[in-house]
């Protein structure tokens, strides 16, 4: 199975076992959201699901959603969400999650801890021993002395000995495509923090970067994860937290 099929096995399983009508649905960013969102668009459009509404954690997401016809609110009228689903770029073994590969983090964070449940979608290569070396961990920033914040960010202590590198091009990859700076929905930067070695207290290491003034929001996401499901080239396995 391609990793693509895998994707699409975990994104529609998830709405499968996880959506019922009536529900408000957080609709993650990312490839494998996109399965997730297209199943969800499906069961709405066959009538399998009805009264549902969602809310989008990107404009790329939202496009996406609008092109099935799924309705569409924010949280400024549905702040308490049924389900949220989302990929992620790394998973612990403690489902502890490493995202904002896509650049789409502080949104994908405001939705998620708003959701009774958060299910997470990956294909096997999302699983590591230790946060940190598999996937650079994105922080958003706000552009005024946006060199500055990188440099304190560099300097924390739980960011020891972390190469800390301003996101180009567009911020929904880290494929440094341009010579532009990145700018997310919200119209702030990224920094990516690459660590040699797993990062040993991720709690810790997220209070650190959420206090330092010009962070918006980081990448690690704690003891939010409901369940995951992976996708892996022996089927399909799932574990909750
Ligand atoms: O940017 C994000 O947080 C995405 O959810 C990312 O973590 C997973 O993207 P993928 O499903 O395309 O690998």
Known sequence: LSQD?????????????????GMVVGLGTGSTAYFAVERLGQKLKDGELKDIVAI??????KEQAESLGIPLVTLDTHSKLDVAID??????????????????LLREKMVEVC??????????????????????LPVEITPFCH????????????CEG?????RMG????????????????NGNYIVDLHFKEAIKDAPAMASELKNTVGVVDHGLFCDMTTAVIIAGSDGISSYCS
């Open 87 to 104: 990929g992620a770029d790394e998973v612990d073994p403690d489902l502890n999650l490493v995202k904002g590969g896509g650049g789409a």
């Open 5 to 21: 099929e895998l994707k699409k096995m975990v994104g529609y399983k998830s709405v499968d076992d996880y959506v019922e009508s």
């Open 147 to 158: 060199e500055h914040t990188l440099r304190t960010i560099a300097s924390l202590p739980t």
């Open 162 to 166: 972390c190469d800390a590198v301003l």
């Open 56 to 61: 989008p954690t990107s404009v790329r997401t």
């Open 170 to 185: 567009s911020s929904s990859t880290n494929k440094p495509d341009g010579d532009e700076i990145a700018v997310t929905d």
């Open 115 to 136: 959701a009774d449940k958060f299910i997470v979608i990956v294909d096997e290569s999302k699983l590591c021993d230790g946060l940190g070396p598999g996937f650079p």
